[in-house]
């Protein structure tokens, strides 16, 4: 295995693209140890696409609300509450079995690793199935002057891609797609274009980066 590869299938392990097999031969090569550590470190400051989310304060009155009346003395209880509450228990109980059964599991978020023509890492792409893409600059480097960079996506079966926008000079760009739904096997690419963006609405520029969405797996 190349340095090449070994840097490659290193990124997928990090973001969770392989399959549990792959993963494992991965975990299981001593020689991996150094290119995961170095894909964690490149991947860290992704963090901050994903910002965490306080609950909404109305969960905790509902909460709250819920729980009044409920620490009654036991002296208090009557067997007939007692019986009740135990009814009243197991039929809370199947409810939620039902609604963790008849629950469908969030789909995985897409994720690509956008390459040079050397197969050099250089950006990171992750999108969830409603249309927001992220994308992070892992080797951000500098633009020619009177240049610009541009993000398209293509999806299969379509015939030109679909501009996503400029990336801005610190490789970091947060989009939703409006015309096309991130899905597995969706070219992601940036070309080199004028200042403005391509004037005719397809490439006119050069591939400088180039990836195809796939789902990520727990590892």
Known sequence: ???EERQGLAGEYVLGT?????AQAVRDDPSMATPIAEWEARLAPLHALAPPEAPLPELWVRIERSLQGTAQPRAARSPWFSRFWAVGATAVAAGLATLLVVQRPEPPPLMTVLLTSREAPAFLVEADRGGE???AALNNQAV???????????????TAPTSLGLVPEDGRIRVRAAAIRPEPGMLIEITLEPPGGSPTGRPTGPILFIGRLAPARGV
């Open 18 to 22: 392989l399959d549990a097999a792959q």
């Open 144 to 158: 020619p002057e009177g240049r610009v960079r541009q993000l398209w996506a293509l999806p299969a079966g379509a």
């Open 133 to 135: 893409i992220r994308l």
């Open 1 to 3: 295995m190349t340095e």
